[in-house]
Structure formats: C-alpha cells, structure tokens
C-alpha cells in the first residue's frame, strides 16, 4: 500500500522513525508512482535552498549600526532611580531579610521592654545585710508595693525611683502642710 | 552530567549577533518577502535578546529564542500587509495616476524572485511552517515547540505547504516541467 503525502514529505525531511522508514524504503524501490511523488517535494526542497537570497552582510551592518543608536538613545534616557530595575541575587536578598529580621528581633527584645520600664517603678531595699534587692513593678501597684514593703522586717530606708519623666500635679493640700497648720491653730 | 553556567560563561551579544544574524535574517526575509521589514524584524529581535540575554545559556537556545520572537512580530507584520494589500487594491480600483518611486521600484525588483513571490502566496500559516524547516533548519519537534503546535500538526503544515507551491511552481511553469 502506497503511504500518502504528508509519510512521504515527512520521510524526505528524515522524521519517519524505524521500522516505518525502513518499509517506506523498500516500497519505493518497487513503486514508480511513490518515486516521482517524493521526486516533485524533492525538487520543492531544491528550488527553495538554491533560491536567490538578499545578501545578509549589508543588511547586517546597517542593523548593528541601528542596535548600537538604540542603545545609546535607551542608555541616555534612563528610567529615573525609583523605576530601575536592580537585580538581587537571590542569597543576597535571603541574608538581607535575615539580618533585618534580626534587627527587629534586638528591637523587640531590649528597647520595647525599655519604654515598658518607664512606667515601672524601681524599689531599693537596704536590708540588715549588704544584699540590694530590686524591685521593678508597674506604678499603678505602688501603693500595694509599699504595704509589702511595710510588712517586711528587713526594711529601714526605702527608696522608691520614679521614671524620670514623670510629672506630678498638685492635687489638694499636702498632708503634712495641713498637720503644720492644724497645730499653729491651735 | 548538567552544571550551571557561570553568567561569564554565557555568550557575548557580538558572539551571537554574528552567528545568528543570517540564519534570524534570512527567516525573516522568507516569511515577510521584504528586505527592509526583514531588517526592522532583526532589530527588534535583537534588541529584546540583549535584554533577555542572561537568560539564554548556549547559543542554541538563543537561536530558538530569536526565531521564536522574529515570529511573533512577524505575525503582527502580516496582519498589517494583509490591511495595506485590502487598501492598495481599493487604490488601484479607484483609478488613481501611480507612478512607482525609484524606491519602491527597487524594493520590489528585490523581492522580485519567483520563489519568494510563490512564498507570499501562501497562508501565513503553511509559510511560516516551511521557512523554519528550510531556512532554519529545525525539525518537526523544535518547529512545533516554537508555534506552539503538535508535531503532527506540522508534519501536515509541511505537505500542504509543498503542496499548494508545487501547483504554484507548475502554473508559473518556470520550475517543474
């Protein structure tokens, strides 16, 4: 049986896999008509290759000549800074989130705490003994701070540090102003 | 056994600009039929690789790479001839005095050749398929992988291709006896 055209051109451009090309072959050694089939795309293929073609070296010249000025126009208008592309290789950009995430971390970890700290208050107790104790708890608990204080045996000299920050208003008349009056009264 | 290539290793752009220039010229020229457009095409070509190029490890896959976009841009072309062919036949229809530029005379005398001529007159689709095998040298697979198509689909586009310019070729009567 005859294959048809498109076996044949396919066998001319060698993509006819075994052992069809080998029976393709053997047929055309026994069919006229197959041989003067593939004969024709043959020639197809001959008058295509042997065609006259423009000479390349001139037009590659004067495209070289194009790509260079486009060049030169694209490299004379950069993209202002904030649009250029900038290539990161990737383990750069991996040790760079990693650092930065070690930053935060230190942030996180000492000056946060820090800024808590202001709203602490420091209590230094000076026991029988040399050993200081310290003290840290927020400043709304002050005054449950000082009766824990006043139950302790140890304590003779409190010193209560407030944040340096701190700003007071007089509420009221001071107790021991009030006392002084009181007395002069009488 | 594979290894990766060192960006230094890669190609340089005259390297491949030399080695590629005829093979990505002369695909152009047969698909388009015009020396100028076949210039445009490799300029743009060429200009997108020397963007791209450090994507591109081996000249092999920048020849792909540049045959692959000469087509694309070569479709938008033919779309546009196919517009200006419609137009410049109402223009002729509508009897106007033409008279052919020293130009365009020589342009045309350029694509004058038989065989482009029976090139332009097949689908773009038949035409495209046949100059990638018979000016770039490619075979079915590489040729499907660049359009995006099955290798059956090309062994088809190939024959009808050789088909229709063998009745071409024997109504001009100039090549097949």
Same mark, same amino acid.
Request: charged share 30%.
């Given at each position: 049986?005859?294959?048809?055209?498109?076996?044949?051109?396919?066998?001319?451009? $060698?993509? %006819?896999?075994?052992?069809?090309?080998?029976?393709?072959?053997?047929?055309?050694?026994?069919?006229?008509?197959?041989?003067? =089939?593939?004969?024709?795309?043959?020639?197809?293929?001959?008058?295509?290759?042997?065609?006259?073609?423009?000479?390349?070296?001139?037009?590659?010249?004067?495209?070289? =000549?194009?790509?260079?000025?486009?060049?030169? #126009?694209?490299?004379?208008?950069?993209?202002?800074?904030?649009?250029?592309?900038?290539?990161?290789?990737?383990?750069? $950009? %991996?040790?760079?989130? #990693?650092?930065?995430?070690?930053?935060?971390?230190?942030?996180?970890?000492?000056?946060?705490?820090?800024?808590?700290?202001? =709203?602490?208050?420091?209590?230094?107790?000076?026991?029988?003994?040399?050993?200081?104790?310290?003290?840290? #708890?927020?400043?709304?608990?002050?005054?449950?701070?000082?009766?824990?204080?006043?139950?302790?045996?140890?304590?003779?000299?409190?010193?209560?540090?407030?944040? $340096?920050?701190?700003?007071?208003?007089?509420?009221?008349?001071? #107790?021991?102003?009030?006392?002084?009056?009181?007395? =002069?009264?009488? | 056994?594979? *290894?990766?290539?060192?960006?230094?290793?890669?190609?340089?752009?005259?390297?491949?600009?030399?080695?590629?220039?005829?093979?990505?010229?002369?695909?152009?020229?047969?698909?388009?039929?015009?020396?100028?457009?076949?210039?445009?095409?490799?300029?743009?070509?060429?200009?997108?690789?020397?963007?791209? !190029? /450090?994507?591109?490890?081996?000249?092999? !896959?920048?020849?792909?790479?540049?045959?692959?976009?000469?087509?694309?841009?070569?479709?938008?072309?033919?779309?546009?001839?196919?517009?200006?062919?419609?137009?410049?036949?109402?223009?002729?229809?509508?009897?106007?005095?033409?008279?052919?530029?020293?130009?365009?005379?020589?342009?045309?005398?350029?694509?004058?050749?038989?065989? *482009?001529?029976?090139?332009?007159?097949?689908?773009?689709?038949?035409?495209?398929?046949?100059?990638?095998?018979?000016?770039?040298?490619?075979?079915?697979?590489?040729?499907?992988?660049?359009? /995006?198509?099955?290798?059956?689909?090309?062994?088809?586009?190939?024959?009808?291709?050789?088909?229709?310019?063998?009745?071409?070729?024997?109504?001009?009567? !100039?090549?097949?006896?």
């Amino acid at each position: 049986m005859c294959p048809d055209g498109e076996t044949l051109s396919a066998y001319l451009d $060698g993509e %006819i896999g075994e052992p069809w090309n080998t029976t393709i072959q053997k047929h055309l050694e026994t069919c006229e008509r197959c041989r003067q =089939r593939l004969k024709t795309l043959q020639r197809i293929d001959h008058i295509l290759l042997e065609d006259y073609a423009p000479d390349y070296l001139e037009s590659m010249e004067k495209v070289k =000549r194009r790509i260079q000025i486009t060049q030169v #126009a694209e490299n004379s208008i950069r993209p202002p800074i904030w649009k250029r592309k900038i290539a990161v290789p990737v383990p750069l $950009g %991996i040790g760079v989130a #990693a650092l930065l995430a070690v930053i935060f971390g230190l942030y996180f970890l000492f000056f946060i705490p820090q800024r808590n700290n202001m =709203r602490l208050v420091r209590i230094k107790t000076e026991p029988l003994g040399s050993t200081e104790v310290q003290v840290a #708890a927020p400043i709304e608990d002050i005054e449950q701070l000082l009766k824990s204080l006043d139950k302790s045996q140890f304590s003779k000299e409190v010193i209560i540090k407030l944040p $340096g920050n701190s700003k007071f208003n007089m509420i009221g008349e001071p #107790a021991i102003m009030r006392e002084t009056e009181i007395y =002069r009264g009488k | 056994m594979l *290894q990766r290539k060192k960006k230094n290793e890669y190609p340089r752009f005259e390297e491949v600009y030399r080695s590629l220039f005829p093979t990505v010229f002369r695909v152009s020229y047969r698909i388009t039929g015009d020396k100028g457009i076949a210039e445009d095409l490799c300029h743009e070509a060429f200009i997108k690789y020397y963007e791209k !190029q /450090g994507l591109l490890p081996d000249i092999e !896959q920048a020849k792909y790479w540049l045959i692959r976009v000469v087509r694309n841009i070569s479709l938008n072309y033919e779309k546009r001839r196919i517009r200006e062919r419609k137009a410049y036949t109402r223009f002729k229809n509508a009897d106007i005095d033409y008279e052919e530029s020293g130009e365009e005379k020589i342009i045309r005398e350029e694509t004058d050749g038989m065989v *482009q001529k029976a090139l332009d007159k097949l689908p773009y689709k038949l035409r495209v398929v046949l100059v990638l095998k018979e000016y770039a040298g490619l075979n079915y697979k590489e040729i499907g992988s660049i359009l /995006g198509i099955s290798e059956g689909n090309v062994k088809i586009r190939v024959f009808r291709a050789r088909e229709k310019l063998a009745i071409i070729f024997k109504e001009g009567e !100039q090549y097949v006896s």
